[in-house]
């Protein structure tokens, strides 16, 4: 090409490169919808770990819990405490009249270590279901989240 | 007001567990001095090891048992229990003992009989029983159920 023809097509279009420049300016938004993905990502990965976690402790305390519930078993058939406890349901009158010897007796055959082992277990249990839960909800919230803004819909 | 609550019930718990185990140390120092006397010889192994203190297993329960009939004498009946302790329980005369809905007298009772007692310790380390329940046998009863050999 001639030098010359450079110069003028140069000259014709003079105005184009700040055409060009516009052309390329980001869509209005895109920079609040990086940052917002970006947050999204980095919850998704907040929740994934919580859920794994949680997962893992709730395994951990049912098995736990199934441990406790056969000590318990083991326990109360060695100790007498059922048979006080079957009293309340035969002779309630009896066990009024005599509250003062019957809680006693109860209270001395109660398990209370293999109890007490028992419902923190339970305790724990149901308290790790109940997170694992927020996480498991959470975690789809967030995976909605981030389809609505890949897809614009839904 | 939780926190109050969780006190409360934190300190009362602690109050009957203190009551509860001061109540079955001191009837099992005494059913273990009277041990020679009632059954006519010395038990050995008593407070064996911490964690069977911790556990609270080498305390006998004071106001009550659950058990088998080994013995009956006059008005005194030898159980034995599912943690294989025998006791003595000392029947009053205005003790309540029941067989199924009747009320029977002390003489009805009879060795093999499986019971459920409860009443007041003394410092011999018997119960003087209130109220005496005669239970099912294993073989009477639908749940199958045995005492520790």
């Known amino acids: ?154 | 007001m939780a926190v109050l609550f969780g006190l409360a019930i934190l300190m009362g718990t602690f109050s009957m567990g203190v009551a509860v185990g001061y109540r079955k140390a001191k009837f099992s120092y005494a059913w273990g001095e009277n041990y020679h006397r009632n059954f006519g010889g010395p038990r050995g192994g008593f407070l064996r090891n911490f964690s069977q203190d911790f556990m609270g297993k080498d305390f006998i329960g004071a106001h009550g048992t659950f058990g088998q009939i080994i013995e009956v004498k006059d008005f005194e009946l030898v159980v034995r229990g599912k943690d294989n302790v025998e006791k003595i329980i000392i029947i009053n005369k205005d003790a309540d003992i029941r067989h199924f809905q009747d009320t029977i007298q002390a003489e009805n009772l009879k060795v093999n009989e499986l019971i459920v007692a409860i009443g007041e310790p003394n410092d011999q380390g018997q119960i003087e029983a209130k109220f005496i329940r005669v239970m099912p046998s294993p073989s009477d009863s639908p749940v199958p159920f045995k005492l520790r050999k």
């Open chain 1, 1 to 154: 090409m001639h030098p010359l023809s450079v110069l003028v097509y140069m000259r014709d279009n003079q105005e184009k490169p700040f055409e060009y420049e516009a052309s390329v300016t980001p869509p209005r938004g895109l920079f609040s919808r990086i940052i917002k993905r970006l947050g999204l990502e980095k919850e998704l990965t907040l929740v994934k770990g919580n859920l794994k976690f949680f997962t893992a402790l709730l395994a951990m305390f049912l098995t736990l819990s199934v441990f406790a519930l056969i000590g318990v078993k083991h326990v109360l058939a060695k100790s007498s405490f059922g048979p006080f406890i079957s009293l309340i349901f035969s002779d309630p009158g009896v066990v009024i009249k005599y509250w003062h010897s019957f809680t006693f007796a109860a209270f001395e055959s109660m398990p209370g270590i293999t109890g007490m082992a028992l419902f923190l277990s339970v305790a724990f249990l149901i308290l790790f279901i109940r997170l694992a839960a927020f996480a498991v909800e959470r975690f789809f919230i967030v995976i909605k989240s981030i389809n609505k803004q890949k897809y614009g819909h839904k």
